[in-house]
């Protein structure tokens, strides 16, 4: 059986990094896709991530005044990011994405303003083993799901179908027969139809 690389399901940290200068810019300043910003080490464990960005994103100079933030007294300029690698530990903290990788041309500094979130690490064989089993019972008859994909597959005319059970009053069966649940169906069926024109006569 190939191995395919079901095991390795992880998720990759987001984060919207803050690019700034005190002074008014005089032209234009670009931040390419893919600018790497790194994080301060974790005081824990020593690791530091890199985020990358994942849009170019211009300060327009001519525009300037829409990027100032009277609060920070700063040009501001916004742009999502996402974990190289795929761990919860990448979640980090506000004001932790703060290490440009490359020169910050144009900007003072960059931090995140707030946590990075979605991260998520490699699934164990016992989590994967349990999506999968669960992936299965979304097929079997005895499930919701079962019933729908087997109708829709038995009866190639049947748009939508929705599976009525337990306490709902369109389950009509269950007061005779225990367990018993009722699909209703949207479908369509070919009709033939015959129209006979009288001709009543010329100029009727």
Known sequence: ?????????????????????ATLPTSNITIKANFPVATLADETNGLAYTFLTLEDATLVAANAASYFNNET?????????????????A???????????????????????????????????????????????????????GVNKIVKNLFTTVIDSNVVFGNNPLNVRSAEDGGAVDVYIIGNTPVTTIETIVFPGVEQ
């Open 1 to 21: 059986m190939k191995n395919e690389p079901f095991f390795s399901i992880s998720a990759k940290s987001t984060a919207t990094l803050t690019f700034s200068r």
């Open 73 to 89: 007294q700063r040009y501001e300029l916004t742009i999502a990011a996402e974990a190289l690698i795929g761990a919860s530990t």
């Open 91 to 145: 979640n980090v903290g506000p004001n932790r994405i703060t290490r440009p990788l490359r020169p910050l041309i144009g900007f003072e500094g960059v931090t995140n303003k707030i946590v990075a979130a979605g991260g998520k690490d490699i699934e164990t064989n016992s989590e994967a083993i349990e999506r999968y089993f669960l992936s299965l019972m979304g097929t079997s008859p005895g499930t919701v799901g």
